[in-house]
């Protein structure tokens, strides 16, 4: 099959599904209702990141069957399952931190083990190279990307979006280093984004929910660790591709961990969600951190590609325009 004719299909299948599953929702009331702290003001359905979840499943199974990609390799991306079951269970039930977290370390270090360590990171004048050091570090990033993308996923069509750049550029990265699996999943998750942002763009018909958010963070993180193992991309590239979501959540979790308030707990204190309502669009949001994407990050992060040495200086200042965007709108404190 093309790679072409791949991305079609996955992007009919997955507009599709994500309406069946908003119809679904309807019917057994799985139904997101307003709060003091939500950006909407209507009911809306949840859910709709379960598509993504099962073409994702189906990938792996086409993998496995028509690829020669090791057998570990396959069995890592098995570690995305158990957390998009946890999520799934928190969308219905509103699961309690003391459970989410442990599945979601023994997922992460299930894919460490598969991959057989993580490669050792570059700070320009030294590396990082102990192989304990660096498997607790990739554990407690896999964690963390994981629940910042669920923050990160609070106004129409932003987690999504991200979803869709940022394997746009990976793919951009690696169509030429002959990194089958990574090149199948970027196409997967450009196809099946886009086919739930049909459902899920401003304004939104349809939420993608925990399923949907951890799912993506989790499983951006796997393919971040599966490309720094096969020498196709740098962990500071990813740094920069995710630097949007990263910033404002880690500053705002981290503002709100200081001021003795439950950072685990929902809120609306990020700096996109105070710049939505600010603009009082969620559209204009999303599309600026696209064009901030696109325009500031993805050139960096090719930086950060062809000077390897210099990734983490690339990083440093790709991000830190980003930390007084988020200061600038008030990250960690619920303003506008």
């Known amino acids: ?44 359905p949840v859910g709709g990141g379960i598509s993504i979840v099962i073409l994702y499943c189906l990938m792996v199974l086409y993998l496995a069957i028509f690829t020669a990609i090791p ?15 946890v999520g799934l269970l928190d969308d219905f039930w509103q699961l309690d931190i003391k459970w989410r977290v442990p599945v979601q370390f023994l997922a992460a270090f299930w894919a460490i083990w598969m991959l057989g360590g993580v490669p050792a990171i570059s700070f320009s004048l030294w590396s990082l190279e102990n192989v304990w050091i660096l498997s607790i570090l990739a554990a407690l990033a896999l964690v963390w990307l994981l629940n910042l993308y669920n923050f990160m996923d609070g106004i129409d069509g932003l987690a999504g979006s991200e979803l869709v750049f940022v394997n746009a550029m990976t793919y951009l990265f690696v169509m030429n280093s002959g990194d089958q699996m ?5 196409i997967l998750f450009i196809a099946s984004g886009l086919g739930v942002l049909v459902w899920n763009w401003a304004p939104a018909r349809v939420f993608m929910g925990d399923v949907g958010s951890s799912f993506m963070g989790f499983s951006l993180g796997l393919m971040a660790l599966l490309s720094m193992h096969h020498g196709s991309m740098t962990v500071w590239a990813w740094v920069l591709l995710l630097g949007v979501f990263i910033v404002d959540a880690t500053l705002t ?10 950072w685990y707990e929902g809120h609306s204190s990020h700096a996109y969600q105070n710049a939505a309502r600010c603009y009082k669009s969620h559209r204009k949001v999303t599309i600026t951190v696209l064009l901030i994407n696109c325009f500031w990050l993805a050139p960096l992060a090719w930086l950060a590609m062809q000077n390897q040495d210099l990734g983490i200086i690339f990083a440093m200042i790709g991000l830190l325009p980003l930390v007084i965007l988020a200061l600038r709108y008030k990250a960690g404190t619920q303003a506008f």
């Open 253 to 262: 979790l981290s503002r709100r961990f200081i001021k003795g308030e439950k």
């Open 182 to 186: 990574l090149q199948h999943l970027s």
């Open 1 to 44: 099959m093309s790679l072409v004719t791949l991305f079609v299909s996955l992007f009919i299948a997955s507009a599709m599904l994500t309406g069946l599953f908003r119809l679904i929702a309807v019917r057994i009331s799985l139904i997101d209702q307003p709060v003091s702290r939500s950006a909407h003001s209507s009911p809306i």
């Open 71 to 85: 057998s570990n390799e396959l069995l890592l991306l098995l570690a995305s399952i158990p957390v998009a079951a």
